[in-house]
Nanobody
Framework: VQLQASGGGPVQAGGSLRLSCAAS????????MGWFRQAPGKEREFVAA????????DYANSVKGRFTISRDTAKNTVYLQMNSLKPEDTAVYYC????????????WGQGTQVTVSS
């Protein structure tokens, strides 16, 4: 599975962005898709995920109430709506897809830069 992320860019604090992650092929219900981010000098961290099986969502505490993850199964695309952005949200955002097998197989897209200015 190849993943194409888009939608990043510069934004002022308090603003919004929507990231998109398009899969190159139809992803089955055995996938969980999500977003991670990596700020300069920091480790990559989990942001949000959504199950393609039942739509269950999960968020990092730092983004709860501000970010919303959603899916469009017809378009094989997952979105991350980011509202009330803060400078600390500045990072390269990576989409990923986990195929729920044993072991789990993880796929990564290329990153998209989000820069939030104060």
């Amino acid at each position: 599975v190849q993943l194409q992320a888009s939608g990043g860019g510069p934004v002022q604090a308090g603003g919004s962005l929507r990231l998109s992650c398009a899969a190159s092929q139809r992803t089955s219900r055995r996938f969980v898709m999500g977003w991670f981010r990596q700020a300069p000098g920091k480790e990559r961290e989990f942001v949000a995920a959504i199950s393609l099986s039942d739509g269950t969502m999960d968020y990092a505490n730092s983004v709860k109430g501000r970010f919303t993850i959603s899916r469009d199964t017809a378009k094989n695309t997952v979105y991350l709506q980011m509202n009330s952005l803060k400078p600390e949200d500045t990072a390269v955002y990576y989409c990923n897809a986990d195929f729920l097998a044993i072991p789990i197989k993880r796929f990564w897209g290329q990153g998209t830069q989000v820069t939030v200015s104060s």
